[in-house]
């Protein structure tokens, strides 16, 4: 039995988050096949570290039990992490950001002690990572904006496996602004049950 924890990023309400869409779709399989995992859930909107944005009035203080150590240690006590964030501004939410930026701490996800060429070495080997991700615009619209990668090669930097993430593009333009968000996650049932599987 694996724990699985569930991370929403979004800031969406439900009944429109094409992410949470895709989500609950991903889940429905993966609990299919996992019956016996035990399934945690994180929303970021009811944590109030993910409000927190480091600043110069709160470096001192925002890596604290309350905002930071305690989620790292979610990360150490669970097996898998589903991640789940839409593309605000070209970029992860702001939500993600400000969570990345409590639990990407040195010497605890991640380390340059004992590394080669100055590369750093993850400390959260343990974990596996499915990445779920949505976008208003078609993929590659913007070049410089790439959401999905950025989440990929930040869980990798702390040592996870990231399974091949799932990306809904083009929400914003028709067929999929005209279809619900569990509709919408029907167009990629295909790949979603594959990730299910191999997670």
Not at 19 to 27: A, I, M, N, Q, Y
Not at 85 to 92: C, E, K, L, T, V
Request: proline share 5%; with cysteine.
């Amino acid at each position: 039995m694996s724990k699985l924890l569930v991370i929403n990023a979004s800031s969406t309400p439900c009944e429109k988050s094409y992410t949470k869409g895709l989500t609950d779709l991903f889940l429905k399989y993966y609990q299919e096949l996992n019956p016996h995992d035990e399934v945690i859930y994180l929303d970021l909107n009811n944590e109030k570290m993910a409000g927190i944005t480091l600043t110069t009035a709160n470096a001192a203080t925002y890596w604290n039990q309350e905002d930071a150590h305690k989620y790292i240690q979610q990360l150490k006590d669970v097996d898998k992490v589903v991640v789940t964030s839409p593309m605000n501004n070209f970029n992860i939410s702001g939500l993600m950001k400000n969570y990345l930026d409590h639990v990407l701490l040195a010497n605890e996800t991640f380390s340059y002690k004992y590394s080669k060429k100055g590369e750093a070495i993850g400390l959260l080997p343990h974990l596996k990572v499915q990445i779920i991700t949505t976008q208003g615009a078609p993929f590659g619209w913007y070049t410089w904006g790439n959401h999905t990668e950025n989440l990929k090669g930040t869980w990798e930097f702390v040592g996870a496996k990231v399974n091949t993430p799932i990306l809904l593009a083009g929400t914003k333009l028709p067929p999929l602004n005209q279809m619900s968000p569990s509709e919408a996650a029907l167009t990629l049932e295909e790949q979603i049950k594959k990730g299910a599987r191999e997670f």
